[in-house]
């Protein structure tokens, strides 16, 4: 007969334990060190078409790479529409968290987000094994060139009010001056995604 209690199975701590690997903080010596791109820029500034552009480059040549969108993170917990500051806060330290599983076990990562104020530079690098040192690479755009292209993108919601976008973009433009110094730039209303792509895989695959 049915108890009335929840059928959840609880797993006993020996089970638990024994279901999960040893995970390091920090990488040895002797270890190839992996790569860390840290692909940061506004809302439409191309983001997601050069991380998954460069992660396939990087497949090509042979590197494991994990290409990791704060987005995704946050789409695991219901999206944007209704996300508290809180929620916002614990799901950048989640991404954070699966940058630095994913170098732990020698992956090169990239990974991409609206990454301007200190705290969330932090949030994304919180995790990271030590000797590892994020390489930056910065897509710029106007807000006129994201306006048009969140008008076209299907999957965008918040984004496409101009209100929404244009505060987005003033909050950008306010905090580029402070963020720490990128590898490389790139005006994206200028270069195509191809041509960035290009660029990165010339520096950094051989």
Do not use: N
């Not at 101009?162 to 973009?169: C, E, I, K, S, V």
């Not at 994206?188 to 950094?204: F, H, P, Y």
């Amino acid at each position: 007969m049915p108890s009335g209690r929840s059928s959840r199975v609880r797993l006993k701590p020996s089970v638990f334990m024994a279901a999960t690997w040893p995970v390091r903080r920090d990488l040895s010596d002797t270890d190839l060190v992996p790569e860390l791109i840290v692909i940061v820029g506004p809302i439409a500034s191309g983001k997601s078409t050069v991380a998954r552009g460069l992660g396939c480059r990087f497949r090509a040549a042979g590197r494991p790479v994990a290409v990791l969108d704060l987005d995704d993170v946050v789409d695991a917990i219901g999206g944007f529409a209704g996300l508290t500051p809180g929620q916002f806060r614990q799901a950048q330290l989640v991404h954070g968290e699966l940058v630095g599983a994913w170098l732990r076990r020698r992956f090169d990562v990239i990974a991409h987000g609206p990454f301007f104020e200190p705290e969330e530079d932090r949030a994304v690098l919180h995790a990271v094994p030590a000797g590892i040192v994020p390489r930056r690479v910065q897509l710029l755009a106007t807000y006129e060139a994201a306006l048009e292209r969140t008008a076209l993108d299907r999957g965008r919601a918040a984004s496409k009010d101009p209100g929404f976008l244009r505060a987005a973009y003033d909050r950008a433009g306010s905090l580029l001056p402070g963020l720490p110094p990128a590898a490389w730039s790139f005006d994206t209303t200028t270069r195509s995604s191809r041509e960035i792509v290009d660029a990165l895989a010339a520096d950094l695959l051989p």
